[in-house]
């Protein structure tokens, strides 16, 4: 899940429980939107990513690199406190937002296009929620 500096949900892709998350770094960034509210075009992929050390591949920090974006990314093996988590909290709390509609906690749903909808429509409300707390 890739999400924006409030918290919300720009891109969700759903793969199976023995998959590697690393796997679908690349097509998450590829399907994110354009950005826009700024003054000019809009941009096409963010400035930097933030990652967790499951993450930590010098294959995909070069990729990530050749399409422009800058990776900061936990190293394994270092100790904590990088400094990564005033970061990452933004998107732990993303997941507790989720986790709050009980049909996305487990997944007891065979078919992922069902599941895939229901990450969406569950997404869908987040941002309503949101919408409706700023007014």
């Known amino acids: 899940m890739i999400t924006d500096a409030a918290g919300t949900p720009l891109a969700v892709t759903l793969t199976g429980g ?3 998350d690393v796997t679908q770094l690349l097509p998450l ?3 994110i939107p354009p950005i826009r509210g700024l003054v ?3 941009l096409r992929r963010p400035r930097r990513i933030y990652a967790d050390r499951g993450y930590d591949h010098d294959k995909y ?3 990530l690199r050749q399409r422009g974006i800058t990776p900061v990314i936990a190293r394994r093996g270092t100790a904590h406190g990088s400094g990564l988590g005033t970061k990452r909290w933004v998107v732990e709390r993303t997941f507790a937002w989720l ?3 009980k049909r996305l906690r487990t997944r007891s749903e ?3 296009d069902v599941h895939q909808a229901m990450l969406s429509l569950a997404c869908a409300v987040i941002c309503l ?3 409706l707390a700023s007014f």
């Open 29 to 31: 960034v590829e399907a």
């Open 18 to 20: 023995h998959r590697n």
């Open 129 to 131: 929620r949101k919408l």
């Open 40 to 42: 000019g075009r809009p």
């Open 110 to 112: 065979r078919r992922a």
């Open 99 to 101: 986790h709050a509609f």
């Open 61 to 63: 920090r070069r990729l």
